[in-house]
């Protein structure tokens, strides 16, 4: 798992927390208890590159469930999906924040819901955004 996000971290900061963000709100979906968040952030500390530890990403996830309690999980959501400017950015972010959210082992059914709602403000359907999951899931496993 740790290569496969590694491959999908974008390279400017600002797209990094836009992309942590949508995995957030994919993995919180579903609740997020220590051990996910501490799994989330021991793999994004390891592969990312950026200069965040353990306790950076911890503080993080602090900051966006307080954003999420304030704002709302929809809006925090379409404010997310809003960075993303082209379709490489948007499918690479899907990718991440599925692998992101499948850092306990799966991807629940309201984690992919999340996703899929993303991928509406790209006027995205659910298909697709299957099809992203599942190649994201692919390379995990090595498949081409």
Not at 54 to 72: E, N, R, T
Request: aromatic share 6%; glycine share 6%; net charge negative.
């Amino acid at each position: 798992m740790p290569s496969a996000i590694a491959a999908l971290v974008p390279l400017d900061s600002e797209h990094f927390m836009a992309a942590l963000e949508l995995g957030y709100l994919a993995a919180s979906a579903d609740g997020l208890d220590a051990k996910e968040r501490d799994t989330i952030a021991t793999t994004l500390e390891a592969v990312t590159g950026i200069g965040f530890d353990h306790d950076a990403f911890a503080a993080h996830f602090s900051d966006l469930d307080m954003a999420v309690s304030m704002l709302g999980r929809r809006e925090r959501l379409a404010r997310t999906a809003a960075e993303f400017e082209d379709d490489t950015q948007r499918a690479n972010a899907i990718r991440f924040a599925a692998l992101v959210a499948m850092a306990d082992g799966q991807l629940a059914a309201k984690e992919l819901t999340v996703l899929e709602e993303c991928g509406s403000h790209f006027q995205w359907n659910a298909e697709k955004i299957r099809g992203l999951v599942t190649d994201a899931a692919a390379s995990v496993r090595g498949a081409p």
